[in-house]
């Protein structure tokens, strides 16, 4: 029965996920390389305003990224994160908050997740803020959203929250998107999230001022 078993493992594979691309998705990266406009051209336009129409984001910008940890680490360049600074996140995260944090001198404060929800607690977050604290991370969870506006209460308006929504593209809170009621808030499109470009990313701005920041900062300053 063992050998049964260990031949039917080596011929068939049971996959935890599988990406759904069928021929429209197909069809529509063959009109991108037939157009020949390989940068950030009408397409990446395209995406942004469609982001903004279906998640319904009045008074918002949307700046494309190519992926989400960049997309975390022009965050904190907009909020002004220097060398020396403290950026405080959970300590249930991916590691490319805390690189992002790193690349730009900063250093990353832990801290604690609720245990019910797996996000960020916020009443630990009032005790860790110093004189250094510049930015809060908080990140959403599985199915759970984030104590966003929770915490910028607690932290007013010196220190800035950066809402990593990357496994939250099209849910809801208080019957709106999310990307809605953040200050500054990302999305993740790489090959695990629930809608993907292969790799990818995207951040929501409040001002204009950081949006036009936003795009130079992506394409290398122009």
Same mark, same amino acid.
């Given at each position: 029965?063992?050998?049964?078993?260990?031949?039917?493992?080596?011929?068939?594979?049971?996959?935890?996920?599988?990406?759904? /691309?069928?021929?429209?998705?197909? +069809?529509?990266?063959?009109?991108?390389?037939?157009?020949?406009?390989?940068?950030?051209?009408?397409?990446?336009?395209?995406?942004?305003?469609?982001?903004?129409?279906?998640?319904?984001?009045?008074?918002?910008? @949307?700046?494309?990224?190519?992926?989400?940890?960049?997309?975390?680490?022009?965050?904190?360049?907009?909020?002004?994160?220097?060398?020396?600074?403290? *950026?405080?996140?959970?300590?249930?995260?991916?590691?490319?908050?805390? !690189?992002?944090?790193?690349?730009?001198?900063?250093?990353? @404060?832990?801290?604690? @997740?609720?245990?019910?929800?797996?996000? @960020?607690?916020?009443?630990?977050?009032?005790?860790?803020?110093?004189?250094?604290?510049?930015?809060?991370?908080?990140? +959403?969870?599985?199915?759970?959203?984030?104590? *966003?506006?929770?915490?910028?209460?607690?932290?007013?308006?010196?220190?800035?929250?950066?809402? +990593?929504?990357?496994?939250? %593209?099209?849910?809801?809170? +208080?019957?709106?998107?999310?990307?809605?009621?953040?200050?500054?808030?990302?999305?993740? %499109?790489?090959? /695990?999230?629930?809608?993907?470009?292969?790799?990818?990313?995207?951040?929501?701005?409040?001002?204009?001022?950081?949006?036009? !920041?936003?795009?130079?900062?992506? !394409?290398?300053?122009?």
């Amino acid at each position: 029965l063992m050998i049964k078993i260990k031949k039917m493992n080596k011929k068939k594979k049971i996959f935890t996920s599988w990406p759904y /691309l069928g021929k429209s998705e197909a +069809d529509s990266v063959k009109e991108v390389l037939t157009d020949g406009w390989l940068g950030s051209g009408e397409y990446v336009t395209r995406f942004e305003n469609n982001i903004k129409k279906k998640l319904s984001l009045k008074n918002k910008y @949307v700046t494309s990224i190519k992926t989400g940890s960049d997309a975390i680490k022009i965050a904190l360049c907009l909020a002004n994160v220097k060398p020396g600074d403290e *950026v405080i996140l959970p300590s249930l995260n991916f590691l490319g908050a805390a !690189q992002a944090v790193m690349i730009l001198g900063a250093i990353p @404060v832990f801290c604690d @997740v609720d245990l019910e929800t797996l996000t @960020v607690n916020e009443k630990l977050i009032a005790k860790m803020i110093s004189k250094k604290t510049k930015a809060i991370i908080s990140v +959403d969870y599985s199915c759970a959203i984030s104590p *966003v506006r929770k915490i910028k209460n607690i932290c007013g308006k010196k220190i800035r929250v950066i809402h +990593d929504a990357a496994h939250s %593209f099209y849910s809801k809170e +208080d019957k709106k998107y999310i990307g809605n009621n953040s200050d500054i808030c990302m999305f993740s %499109f790489d090959p /695990l999230k629930s809608l993907t470009c292969i790799d990818g990313g995207a951040l929501i701005l409040n001002t204009r001022k950081e949006y036009i !920041q936003s795009r130079k900062l992506r !394409q290398l300053g122009f």
